[in-house]
């Protein structure tokens, strides 16, 4: 691989996958598991962050005290969740299609959560992406999640490659933050519920409405064949 070779990182909740709501009832049901009641729009704003970082702001936030165990109880109880919320899960439109349209044009891509694999497993199910001959790198893989760069550097690697102006795609403020900390050029979608005006402050050059509006563009970003 060439320095000039394109190579796209993607996010996966809200980027690729139809799961950013999933993913805020789940975590609802699990504060509300431990007596924490937060209202959802709250909640939504922080995915996108590690797991880890989540909690912690959250409990922050409502006052209450920070432990270990408080902090893994919320993990498993959102996991668990998030596995039933998960049947209503599906790709968004364009997804398969993209992936499909770099792999064919011979342009190197790797997908990154915040996501542990525990829950991003049965994500990557219904994007029917097998992370046994896929390259994708998940939380449990790097020290810190998003919005330290930690996830996209270790996909760069993976392919051989660095961040260093690769294509960061993804739908939070978490993952442009995290891309300009590594040097990648930010390309935010707003099918994760962001908005364009957010998502360019946090630093996207720039702003589709989902995959499939990225595939029709997808030049613009230097996707070519």
């Known amino acids: ?13 809200g980027t690729l996958v139809d799961s950013v709501y999933q993913h805020v009832l ?11 009641d937060l ?14 970082l989540f909690t912690h702001q959250l409990l922050r936030e409502t006052g209450l005290g920070i432990d270990g165990a408080r902090v893994d109880r919320l993990r498993q109880l959102h996991a668990a969740a998030y596995q039933r919320f998960s049947v209503h899960v599906r790709p968004l439109p364009g997804a398969s ?14 997908i990154a959560t915040s996501g542990r694999m525990e829950t991003a497993a049965v994500t990557f199910a219904r994007l029917e992406v097998d992370p046994a001959r896929t390259p994708v790198v998940t939380r449990d893989q790097v020290r810190y999640g998003k919005p330290d760069p930690d996830l996209f550097v270790a996909a760069a690697e993976r392919l051989g490659s660095s961040t260093r102006g690769a294509i960061v795609v ?3 403020i978490w993952d442009m933050l995290a891309a300009v900390r590594c040097g990648a050029l930010g390309v935010g ?3 994760g519920g962001y908005g364009a005006d957010e998502l360019r402050q946090s630093g996207a050059l720039r702003v589709y409405d989902d995959p499939a509006d990225l595939l029709a563009h997808i030049d613009e970003v230097g996707g070519r064949r």
Request: glycine share 12%.
């Open 39 to 52: 209202a959802v729009w709250k909640i939504h704003r922080k995915i996108g962050m590690s797991g880890g």
């Open 170 to 172: 993804g739908d939070s």
């Open 26 to 36: 789940a975590w609802k049901e699990a504060l509300e598991a431990e007596g924490i």
């Open 189 to 191: 979608l707003l099918s």
């Open 1 to 13: 691989m060439s320095d000039g070779d394109p190579v796209f990182l993607f996010d996966l909740d």
């Open 97 to 110: 299609d993209l992936l499909a349209w770099l792999s064919s044009s011979g342009i190197p891509w790797n």
